[in-house]
Protein backbone atom coordinates (compact mmCIF):
# COMPACT_ATOMS: atom_id res chain seq x y z
CA UNK A 1 0.00 0.00 0.00
CA UNK A 2 1.06 3.45 -1.01
CA UNK A 3 2.17 5.77 1.84
CA UNK A 4 -0.18 8.72 0.70
CA UNK A 5 -3.51 6.27 1.47
CA UNK A 6 -1.44 5.48 4.88
CA UNK A 7 -1.72 8.92 6.01
CA UNK A 8 -4.56 9.68 4.71
CA UNK A 9 -6.02 6.99 6.72
CA UNK A 10 -3.94 7.64 9.42
CA UNK A 11 -6.85 10.25 10.05
CA UNK A 12 -9.91 8.92 12.61
CA UNK A 13 -12.90 10.63 10.97
CA UNK A 14 -11.62 9.29 7.49
CA UNK A 15 -10.74 5.94 9.04
CA UNK A 16 -14.25 5.98 10.37
CA UNK A 17 -16.01 6.88 7.25
CA UNK A 18 -14.57 4.44 5.36
CA UNK A 19 -14.66 1.58 7.84
CA UNK A 20 -17.75 2.00 7.48
CA UNK A 21 -18.36 2.93 3.85
CA UNK A 22 -16.51 -0.78 3.31
CA UNK A 23 -19.77 -2.62 5.50
CA UNK A 24 -22.35 -0.82 3.22
CA UNK A 25 -23.08 -0.66 -0.16
CA UNK A 26 -23.87 3.14 -0.23
CA UNK A 27 -24.53 6.04 2.77
CA UNK A 28 -25.81 9.97 3.24
CA UNK A 29 -24.18 12.67 4.71
CA UNK A 30 -26.25 12.53 8.32
CA UNK A 31 -24.80 8.78 8.66
CA UNK A 32 -21.77 9.60 8.29
CA UNK A 33 -21.33 12.55 10.81
CA UNK A 34 -23.13 9.92 13.54
CA UNK A 35 -20.86 7.55 12.50
CA UNK A 36 -17.70 9.82 12.68
CA UNK A 37 -18.75 12.02 15.75
CA UNK A 38 -17.69 14.99 13.77
CA UNK A 39 -18.65 18.22 12.10
CA UNK A 40 -20.28 18.98 9.10
CA UNK A 41 -17.74 20.62 7.59
CA UNK A 42 -14.48 18.93 8.73
CA UNK A 43 -16.44 15.62 7.89
CA UNK A 44 -17.11 17.55 4.37
CA UNK A 45 -13.33 18.56 4.20
CA UNK A 46 -12.07 14.83 5.09
CA UNK A 47 -14.73 12.92 2.61
CA UNK A 48 -13.31 15.31 -0.50
CA UNK A 49 -10.07 14.68 0.45
CA UNK A 50 -10.91 10.66 0.65
CA UNK A 51 -12.95 11.23 -2.82
CA UNK A 52 -9.89 13.16 -4.47
CA UNK A 53 -7.42 10.14 -3.87
CA UNK A 54 -9.98 7.86 -5.73
CA UNK A 55 -10.97 6.23 -2.48
CA UNK A 56 -14.74 7.06 -2.40
CA UNK A 57 -17.13 8.27 -4.79
CA UNK A 58 -19.47 11.34 -4.30
CA UNK A 59 -23.10 11.49 -5.89
CA UNK A 60 -25.57 14.53 -5.39
CA UNK A 61 -29.14 14.13 -6.58
CA UNK A 62 -32.62 15.86 -5.78
CA UNK A 63 -35.54 13.97 -4.44
CA UNK A 64 -38.35 15.48 -3.90
CA UNK A 65 -36.63 19.03 -4.70
CA UNK A 66 -34.16 18.38 -1.58
CA UNK A 67 -30.87 18.18 -2.27
CA UNK A 68 -29.10 14.47 -1.09
CA UNK A 69 -25.65 12.91 -1.00
CA UNK A 70 -24.48 9.41 -1.34
CA UNK A 71 -21.26 8.30 -0.70
CA UNK A 72 -19.73 4.75 -1.68
CA UNK A 73 -16.61 3.31 -1.08
CA UNK A 74 -14.27 2.50 -4.84
CA UNK A 75 -12.47 -0.97 -6.22
CA UNK A 76 -9.76 1.42 -5.36
CA UNK A 77 -10.48 2.16 -1.73
CA UNK A 78 -11.86 -1.22 -1.24
CA UNK A 79 -8.62 -2.61 -2.24
CA UNK A 80 -6.79 0.12 0.03
CA UNK A 81 -8.41 -0.85 2.70
CA UNK A 82 -7.75 -4.32 2.90
CA UNK A 83 -4.27 -3.76 2.12
CA UNK A 84 -4.42 -1.08 5.24
CA UNK A 85 -6.06 -3.72 7.93
CA UNK A 86 -3.91 -6.61 6.52
CA UNK A 87 -0.80 -4.17 7.62
CA UNK A 88 -2.42 -3.54 10.65
CA UNK A 89 -3.11 -6.97 11.55
CA UNK A 90 0.29 -8.32 10.82
CA UNK A 91 1.56 -5.36 12.73
CA UNK A 92 -0.22 -6.11 15.93
CA UNK B 1 -2.87 6.93 16.66
CA UNK B 2 -1.62 3.89 17.38
CA UNK B 3 -2.46 0.37 15.49
CA UNK B 4 -4.94 -1.04 18.70
CA UNK B 5 -6.74 2.32 18.84
CA UNK B 6 -7.01 2.06 14.63
CA UNK B 7 -8.36 -0.99 14.82
CA UNK B 8 -11.21 -0.50 17.27
CA UNK B 9 -12.37 1.95 15.27
CA UNK B 10 -12.53 -0.27 12.38
CA UNK B 11 -14.16 -2.46 14.21
CA UNK B 12 -16.66 -0.18 15.98
CA UNK B 13 -17.21 1.41 12.50
CA UNK B 14 -18.66 -1.60 10.37
CA UNK B 15 -20.50 -2.99 13.91
CA UNK B 16 -22.50 0.19 13.35
CA UNK B 17 -24.10 -1.82 10.46
CA UNK B 18 -27.50 -2.63 11.25
CA UNK B 19 -30.24 -4.89 9.55
CA UNK B 20 -33.21 -3.63 9.57
CA UNK B 21 -35.91 -6.61 7.89
CA UNK B 22 -39.33 -4.57 9.08
CA UNK B 23 -39.46 -3.16 5.79
CA UNK B 24 -39.24 -6.63 3.84
CA UNK B 25 -41.98 -7.39 6.27
CA UNK B 26 -43.93 -4.60 5.60
CA UNK B 27 -43.49 -4.93 1.38
CA UNK B 28 -44.68 -8.71 1.95
CA UNK B 29 -47.63 -8.04 3.99
CA UNK B 30 -49.01 -4.98 1.89
CA UNK B 31 -48.88 -7.04 -1.19
CA UNK B 32 -50.17 -9.71 0.17
CA UNK B 33 -53.41 -7.81 1.62
CA UNK B 34 -53.80 -5.86 -1.76
CA UNK B 35 -53.68 -9.08 -3.98
CA UNK B 36 -55.95 -11.02 -2.02
CA UNK B 37 -58.36 -8.02 -1.01
CA UNK B 38 -58.47 -8.07 -4.80
CA UNK B 39 -59.02 -11.86 -5.42
CA UNK B 40 -61.96 -11.57 -3.14
CA UNK B 41 -63.70 -8.90 -4.88
CA UNK B 42 -63.64 -10.39 -7.98
CA UNK B 43 -64.55 -13.63 -6.33
CA UNK B 44 -67.74 -12.03 -4.99
CA UNK B 45 -68.36 -9.42 -7.66
CA UNK B 46 -67.34 -10.95 -10.98
CA UNK B 47 -70.20 -8.97 -12.65
CA UNK B 48 -68.40 -5.27 -12.07
CA UNK B 49 -64.66 -6.91 -12.84
CA UNK B 50 -65.49 -8.99 -15.57
CA UNK B 51 -68.53 -6.43 -17.22
CA UNK B 52 -65.86 -7.06 -20.32
CA UNK B 53 -62.52 -8.63 -20.99
CA UNK B 54 -60.44 -6.14 -20.88
CA UNK B 55 -62.18 -4.54 -17.70
CA UNK B 56 -60.22 -7.43 -15.72
CA UNK B 57 -57.21 -6.80 -17.19
CA UNK B 58 -57.36 -3.33 -16.68
CA UNK B 59 -58.51 -4.42 -13.11
CA UNK B 60 -55.42 -6.53 -12.42
CA UNK B 61 -53.01 -4.44 -14.19
CA UNK B 62 -54.08 -0.63 -12.66
CA UNK B 63 -54.25 -1.84 -8.78
CA UNK B 64 -50.51 -3.47 -9.00
CA UNK B 65 -49.36 -1.05 -10.82
CA UNK B 66 -50.32 1.71 -8.42
CA UNK B 67 -49.28 -0.91 -5.70
CA UNK B 68 -46.16 -0.66 -7.56
CA UNK B 69 -45.23 3.17 -7.41
CA UNK B 70 -46.76 2.98 -3.83
CA UNK B 71 -43.98 0.84 -2.46
CA UNK B 72 -41.27 2.07 -4.42
CA UNK B 73 -41.92 5.42 -2.81
CA UNK B 74 -42.08 3.71 0.14
CA UNK B 75 -38.85 1.76 0.03
CA UNK B 76 -36.78 5.17 -1.08
CA UNK B 77 -38.18 7.16 1.88
CA UNK B 78 -37.27 4.33 4.01
CA UNK B 79 -33.77 4.08 2.86
CA UNK B 80 -33.28 7.90 3.27
CA UNK B 81 -34.30 7.92 6.63
CA UNK B 82 -32.25 4.70 7.40
CA UNK B 83 -29.41 6.37 5.89
CA UNK B 84 -27.75 3.73 4.73
CA UNK B 85 -27.74 0.44 2.14
CA UNK B 86 -26.50 -2.38 3.01
CA UNK B 87 -25.27 -5.29 0.41
CA UNK B 88 -28.05 -7.31 1.82
CA UNK B 89 -30.63 -4.91 1.03
CA UNK B 90 -29.58 -4.44 -2.67
CA UNK B 91 -29.65 -7.99 -3.45
CA UNK B 92 -33.32 -8.06 -1.82
CA UNK B 93 -33.99 -4.82 -3.90
CA UNK B 94 -32.59 -6.24 -7.53
CA UNK B 95 -34.56 -9.94 -6.82
CA UNK B 96 -38.03 -8.14 -5.85
CA UNK B 97 -37.43 -5.91 -9.10
CA UNK B 98 -36.69 -8.84 -10.90
CA UNK B 99 -39.65 -10.04 -10.02
CA UNK B 100 -41.66 -7.05 -10.64
CA UNK B 101 -40.30 -7.15 -13.98
CA UNK B 102 -41.11 -10.96 -14.51
CA UNK B 103 -44.39 -10.18 -13.42
CA UNK B 104 -45.14 -7.39 -16.38
CA UNK B 105 -43.75 -10.45 -18.50
CA UNK B 106 -46.53 -12.97 -17.62
CA UNK B 107 -49.45 -11.02 -17.38
CA UNK B 108 -48.10 -9.53 -20.90
CA UNK B 109 -47.98 -12.87 -22.07
CA UNK B 110 -50.81 -14.23 -20.48
CA UNK B 111 -52.98 -10.97 -22.02
CA UNK B 112 -52.00 -12.08 -26.05
CA UNK B 113 -52.75 -15.57 -25.41
CA UNK B 114 -55.63 -15.35 -23.17
CA UNK B 115 -54.99 -17.35 -19.97
CA UNK B 116 -54.89 -16.95 -16.62
CA UNK B 117 -51.59 -15.93 -15.31
CA UNK B 118 -52.40 -17.06 -11.84
CA UNK B 119 -50.49 -20.01 -11.40
CA UNK B 120 -47.09 -18.87 -13.51
CA UNK B 121 -47.33 -15.86 -10.97
CA UNK B 122 -47.78 -17.59 -7.99
CA UNK B 123 -44.83 -20.34 -8.83
CA UNK B 124 -42.24 -17.36 -9.37
CA UNK B 125 -43.29 -15.57 -6.32
CA UNK B 126 -42.71 -19.17 -4.20
CA UNK B 127 -39.64 -18.89 -5.80
CA UNK B 128 -38.31 -15.68 -4.94
CA UNK B 129 -39.93 -16.16 -1.56
CA UNK B 130 -37.49 -19.32 -0.50
CA UNK B 131 -34.88 -16.99 -2.10
CA UNK B 132 -35.29 -14.21 0.09
CA UNK B 133 -35.61 -16.43 2.91
CA UNK B 134 -32.92 -18.16 2.20
CA UNK B 135 -30.51 -14.81 1.95
CA UNK B 136 -32.30 -13.04 5.15
CA UNK B 137 -32.03 -16.50 7.23
CA UNK B 138 -35.68 -15.96 8.39
CA UNK B 139 -37.15 -19.91 8.12
CA UNK B 140 -41.01 -18.85 7.95
CA UNK B 141 -40.70 -17.04 4.89
CA UNK B 142 -38.33 -19.30 3.51
CA UNK B 143 -41.25 -22.22 4.72
CA UNK B 144 -44.24 -20.17 3.15
CA UNK B 145 -41.76 -20.21 0.12
CA UNK B 146 -41.87 -23.81 -0.29
CA UNK B 147 -45.30 -24.07 0.88
CA UNK B 148 -47.14 -21.64 -1.69
CA UNK B 149 -44.66 -23.73 -4.24
CA UNK B 150 -46.74 -26.85 -2.88
CA UNK B 151 -50.16 -25.58 -3.49
CA UNK B 152 -49.32 -24.02 -6.78
CA UNK B 153 -47.99 -27.31 -8.06
CA UNK B 154 -51.37 -28.78 -6.24
CA UNK B 155 -53.04 -26.77 -8.20
CA UNK B 156 -51.93 -27.70 -11.60
CA UNK B 157 -52.78 -30.93 -11.27
CA UNK B 158 -56.73 -29.33 -9.86
CA UNK B 159 -57.94 -27.48 -12.67
CA UNK B 160 -61.16 -27.12 -11.13
CA UNK B 161 -59.95 -25.28 -8.33
CA UNK B 162 -60.98 -21.33 -8.42
CA UNK B 163 -57.66 -19.57 -9.25
CA UNK B 164 -59.16 -16.84 -7.02
CA UNK B 165 -59.26 -18.38 -3.83
CA UNK B 166 -56.22 -20.22 -4.75
CA UNK B 167 -54.73 -16.81 -5.24
CA UNK B 168 -56.25 -16.15 -1.57
CA UNK B 169 -55.39 -19.13 0.14
CA UNK B 170 -52.04 -19.13 -1.32
CA UNK B 171 -50.60 -15.54 -0.30
CA UNK B 172 -52.53 -15.77 2.79
CA UNK B 173 -49.99 -18.94 4.16
CA UNK B 174 -47.29 -18.06 1.94
CA UNK B 175 -46.65 -14.15 1.69
CA UNK B 176 -49.16 -13.01 4.59
CA UNK B 177 -48.40 -14.81 7.61
CA UNK B 178 -44.60 -15.02 6.87
CA UNK B 179 -44.67 -11.04 6.14
CA UNK B 180 -46.00 -10.05 9.73
CA UNK B 181 -43.95 -12.68 11.53
CA UNK B 182 -41.18 -10.84 10.03
CA UNK B 183 -42.90 -7.61 10.33
CA UNK B 184 -43.57 -7.92 14.26
CA UNK B 185 -40.66 -9.65 14.88
CA UNK B 186 -38.59 -8.33 18.04
CA UNK B 187 -34.96 -8.68 17.36
CA UNK B 188 -34.60 -7.71 13.42
CA UNK B 189 -31.81 -5.57 13.62
Known amino acids: ?92 | MNKEEQLRIINNAINQTKQNLKPLGYNLVFWSIVVISMSLFHYFFPQIVQFSYYSAAIYWISIPLLGMIYTTNYNIKNGIKVGYETQLDRVIKIIWGVFGFAWIFIVAISLIYKVSPVQDVLFLLSIVLIMTGLIIKFNNVTIGGIGLLIFTAYSYYNPVMNLLLVNVVGLSLGMLVPGLSLYFQKNNE
Open chain 1, 1 to 92: MNKETEKLLFNPIRLKAISFLISVEKCNFKTLIDITDSTKGNLSIQLKKLNEAGLIDIKKYFHNSYPRTDYSITKKGKKSFEEFFKELKLLK
